[in-house]
T-cell receptor, first 106, second 115 residues
Framework: KDQVFQPSTVASSEGAVVEIFCNHSVSNAYNFFWYLHFPGCAPRLLVKGSKPSQQGRYNMTYERFSSSLLILQVREADAAVYYCAVEDCNTGKLIFGQGTTLQVKP | EAQVTQNPRYLITVTGKKLTVTCSQN?????MSWYRQDPGLGLRQIYYSMNVEVTDKGDVPEGYKVSRKEKRNFPLILESPSPNQTSLYFC??????????????FGPGTRLLVL
């Protein structure tokens, strides 16, 4: 079954670099998407692509079946849920992981 | 301002009482979809629509209906809600099928409790 896997929780301390890992079993998927979701707000796209990329403090690594979101100099305000998704090129739909809750200790 | 809006944002109802959650986008997007978010299960697609009068089932369509009579609106209908439909619902839209070149924009979510 086509699935996207990511850890349910990641904990970090302020100022550190946090890595959230994601991998998938979707045979015809090449693009990763990382979304940030604060409760009560709309999920929003942070970074995407089929190669390593960076948007501000957010870095995305890329392998064919895995990607990591790296958050530099993490802050308490970064505590949220981070979703990994891949684009299934057969259906044109995004398949989402279960979301990773980031906990940040001061 | 480009946005996806949903109403209501919060809803408490009882089993069997039909309800509709509205979704509207002002970006002239062709593609719209509904997701539900449940703890440990992430975002799962309920229904999607490629364009007006074109809708299709997502991964978890049971118990839901949708319609797409106009481009901007994509209401989610629960004909006979049940407690297992208690969830957080997101509407989303994109210019065409979401992917590298057409980002999916999400609404703020509707939290539904079915008693």
């Amino acid at each position: 079954k086509d699935q996207v896997f990511q850890p349910s929780t990641v904990a970090s301390s302020e100022g550190a670099v946090v890595e959230i890992f994601c991998n998938h079993s979707v045979s015809n998927a090449y693009n990763f998407f990382w979304y940030l979701h604060f409760p009560g707000c709309a999920p929003r796209l942070l970074v995407k692509g089929s190669k390593p990329s960076q948007q501000g403090r957010y870095n995305m690594t890329y392998e064919r079946f895995s990607s990591s979101l790296l958050i530099l100099q993490v802050r308490e305000a970064d505590a949220a849920v981070y979703y990994c998704a891949v684009e299934d090129c057969n259906t044109g739909k995004l398949i989402f992981g279960q979301g990773t809750t980031l906990q940040v200790k001061p | 301002e480009a946005q996806v809006t949903q109403n209501p944002r919060y809803l408490i109802t009882v089993t069997g009482k039909k309800l509709t959650v509205t979704c509207s986008q002002n970006m002239n997007h062709e593609y719209m979809s509904w997701y539900r978010q449940d703890p440990g299960l992430g975002l799962r697609q309920i229904y999607y629509s490629m364009n007006v009068e074109v809708t299709d089932k997502g991964d978890v369509p049971e118990g839901y209906k949708v319609s797409r009579k106009e481009k901007r609106n994509f209401p989610l209908i629960l004909e006979s809600p049940s407690p297992n439909q208690t969830s957080l619902y997101f509407c989303a839209s994109s210019a065409s099928s979401p992917g590298l070149y057409d980002i999916e924009y999400f609404g703020p979510g509707t939290r539904l409790l079915v008693l």
